[in-house]
């Protein structure tokens, strides 16, 4: 196998194979550790009742029982269902009989440092399925192949005169024999040296195919086992009250009066650890109260008499820096902190404008608001660590575990329960440090829960941002020129990002209309915050694509033309363009969901509706998407009639998960649009609760949300996980643009025709 992703932590670029071994009771397992683990122990606990431990693995039982497991965590984005059809289709497996493992994390000790047995582990960030592809084709393809052999060798004949089918094997006189009943003796035979053929895509079964997601049931009937459900007898329970300035100091606290609870155990000042990147460590000084419940602990928080030392941070407020950011995008003598991208010569081309056109987009701050609030059940013995958390990336919690205890990288365990959402929030691993610490602290194990509260005022946020968007257009309507200056604080402050990459959170050099301008140029203001920052789902699309899809309409609202007619008119003829660092942007497929969403809407009677229609499309890695919206005001009241979305990721692996990834990110967006700000005053997050942070209600979203999946069997798969998120608001947005400006231009006439009658 050819090389293909680099490991986290490591730094190679590594050749995997598959491995093949044998299990108890005739199992079949088929794995992808590193080459370097070639001899190392098969996780026993693969080899017995427990599927404790697994890795990415297929087993086969006597049976006739498949097990599989998926290696990346899976945050609702589905992967848990995706990536082990991915196996089942290769292997011929009769989905039917087969059972989902979660994997924890997979680490063996290569000279006291980390071998990642597993190779990538990582969800929630859209590319678990393009990653995983090639990998897992090939571990489902090979223990086919082992199949094969096994049977060929029961009955006399070749293999090649023999096939698979839906947890078979085929004879050429129809003969059939069950996996199960093959396992043990494919288990014995050598694997081949050289990578085995895959299956022709017009075989696929489950490739393609519709599929509910394996946890489903478990979760609506309330048997799904998240982190935060976690407990074990002799666990303890930590909450923390944290210093409200995220660079603060404890001055002095007081404790007796929780101390005297029965039940608390105690209470333990915390503090951030020197020189460490946001996120690997405590994320402000704080006061843990460790007791026999939840409900003490809580009890006994409140009690305590806490006294914090602000740090610069107290001069701080989010109005400020909007303004800050806003004379810094209006000074044109201002130079950028970075220029992202500077095509042709804007300033020349400027000159030789028929129309010019400037608005500025203001973005707020805001929170991951996860369902599943930050949360970690640490147990650390004298040379063994277990933890139960949510990350969504086990391997970056590992470094954090192993710099707190100093153990060796086998001696860390982790496990990786389904995740109530995570839209990079979870890539950090705070909590993951204040649980370890704890958890040390006492000697005992500890369960570290955030209320809603903590989880809000001590976030890593998304920044604000202020976006001035200037164009100039020639006497056909052409777009001359592009000049977009973007002021935000960046998401990589404080994480170890050299200063002249501090813009790659905050703006891509490839998004739209960069290609399609002669002459575009894209700049970058850095903010000062001390207000945390961190990874946030859609990011830098999805800011970006508000401003430049609510400028392009505006743009036809200037031209007083139809704002499809403007999008189709700066894609031109379907093309492909050369992106900066690799890839191409296909301007065809992104025409194709445009006219897609138009047709569905009845784009047609733009003109003529009484409510607002709104359109949008952008690009996202490889893939394409747009939406368009349609709204309605009753007096004041919003109302989003229709949405329908069309996306194009290449060829689709779960149909079913991918339309509930276009319904979520969807209605994630709408509601950020519609509810969401986080403000701070005086260095102090405001909003607490879902009722200051409040996420949009049903009656808010739409009934339905309509969405059109363009077929890809002829290109290989691209994520999905947020592609839905970065057109819905300036849909929407125009669409409420739209309305606003018929309902102006009707109001009269109708109050004419009132006054008439």
């Not at 196996?87 to 994390?105: F, H, P």
């Not at 009066?257 to 020189?275: S, T």
């Not at 704080?286 to 305590?304: M, P």
């Not at 040379?383 to 139960?388: K, P």
Request: neutral net charge.
């Amino acid at each position: 196998m050819s090389d293909k992703h680099s490991l986290a932590n490591d730094g190679q670029s590594r050749r995997r194979f598959l491995k093949v071994l044998a299990g108890t009771a005739g199992a079949l397992i088929v794995g992808i550790p590193l080459v370097e683990a070639a001899d190392a122990p098969f996780p026993l606990s693969m080899l017995g009742d427990t599927l404790y431990g697994l890795g990415v693995y297929v087993r086969i039982d006597a049976d006739g029982k498949v097990l599989i497991g998926a290696r990346d965590p899976d945050t609702g984005t589905g992967v848990a269902t995706a990536l082990p059809r991915i196996i089942a289709e290769e292997l011929d497996a009769d989905w039917t009989q087969v059972t989902v493992i979660g994997l924890g994390l997979g680490v063996e000790n290569s000279s006291d440092q980390p071998r990642w047995t597993y190779g990538r582990q990582i969800g929630g960030t859209g590319d678990s399925i393009p990653a995983a592809w090639n990998d897992l084709r090939q571990a489902g393809a090979l223990a086919r192949w082992l199949l094969l052999q096994a049977a060929a060798r029961q009955w006399g004949l070749p293999a090649e005169r023999l096939h698979t089918d839906n947890g078979q094997v085929v004879s050429p006189d129809g003969r059939r024999l069950g996996f199960g009943s093959l396992a043990q003796a494919a288990a014995k035979i050598a694997p081949p040296q050289q990578a085995v053929p895959t299956k022709a895509p017009n075989l696929y079964r489950l490739i393609g195919q519709p599929a509910g997601d394996v946890d489903a049931y478990a979760m609506v009937t309330g048997q799904a086992q998240f982190a935060i459900d976690q407990n074990r007898s002799d666990a303890l329970v930590a909450v923390l009250l944290r210093c409200p300035w995220p660079d603060g100091t404890l001055d002095s606290f007081d404790a007796t009066e929780a101390k005297a609870i029965k039940g608390v155990v105690d209470v333990i000042a915390l503090k951030p650890e020197a020189n460490q990147p946001l996120g690997a460590t405590v994320y402000a000084p704080a006061v843990a109260v460790v007791a026999e419940s939840t409900w003490l602990a809580l009890q006994a928080r409140a009690k305590l008499k806490v006294s914090w030392k602000p740090g610069t941070s107290q001069g701080e407020n989010s109005a400020a820096l909007e303004q800050q950011a806003t004379d810094l995008i209006n000074n044109k003598d201002q130079e950028p902190t970075a220029r992202v991208r500077d095509d042709g010569d804007v300033v020349a081309a400027n000159k030789k404008a028929a129309r010019r056109l400037e608005a500025v987009y203001v973005q707020p701050w805001l929170a991951h608001a996860t369902a599943e609030p930050m949360n970690c059940m640490a147990r650390i013995d004298n040379d063994h660590a277990t933890l139960i958390v949510p990350t969504q990336a086990p391997q970056r919690a590992w470094a954090v575990v192993q710099r707190l205890t100093g153990f060796k990288p086998e001696q860390i365990e982790i496990q990786v329960p389904r995740i109530g959402g995570g839209y990079g929030r979870r890539l950090d691993h705070d909590y993951v440090a204040e649980a370890v610490m704890l958890a040390k602290a006492v000697k005992k194990p500890v369960r570290l829960f955030w209320t809603r509260d903590d989880d809000l005022t001590h976030d890593y946020y998304r920044s604000a941002s202020v976006t001035k968007i200037s164009a100039a257009l020639d006497h056909k309507r052409g777009i001359l020129t592009w000049n977009q200056r973007v002021a935000s604080a960046s998401a990589l402050v404080g994480r170890g990002a050299q200063d002249q990459r501090l813009w790659t959170s905050e703006v891509d050099p490839n998004q739209l209309p960069a290609g399609l301008v002669p002459n575009y140029r894209s700049d970058w203001y850095g903010l000062t915050s001390s207000i945390p920052r961190g990874p946030a789902r859609g990011m830098p699309q999805l800011s970006n694509a508000f401003a430049v899809e609510s400028f392009v309409d505006e743009m036809a609202h200037m031209l007083k033309e139809n704002p499809l007619d403007t999008r189709l008119r700066l894609l031109g003829e379907p093309r492909e363009i050369p992106l900066q660092g690799g890839g191409t942007l296909d301007t065809g497929r992104l025409i194709n969901v445009l006219k897609l969403v138009a047709d569905r809407i009845d784009w047609s009677r733009w003109l003529r509706t009484f409510n607002g229609l709104g359109i949008a499309s952008w690009y996202v890695n490889g893939a394409y998407v747009a939406h368009a919206v349609e709204a309605s005001l009753q007096g004041q009241k919003l109302n989003i009639e229709r949405v329908v979305c069309a996306v194009d990721v290449g060829r689709v692996i779960n149909p079913m998960g991918l339309e509930g990834q276009i319904i979520g990110a969807t209605n994630d967006a709408l509601s950020t649009a519609l509810n969401q700000a986080i403000t701070y005053k005086d260095g102090q997050i405001q909003q607490r609760n879902f009722k200051e942070y409040a996420l949009a209600s049903m009656a808010q979203l739409p009934d339905n949300i309509e969405t059109i999946i363009v077929p890809g069997e002829d290109r290989p798969p691209t994520g999905a996980s947020f592609l839905a998120m970065p057109t819905a608001a300036p849909a929407l947005a125009n669409a409420v643009f739209r309305v606003s400006a018929v309902r102006v231009r009707r109001l009269p006439l109708m109050k004419e025709l009132l006054r008439m009658l």
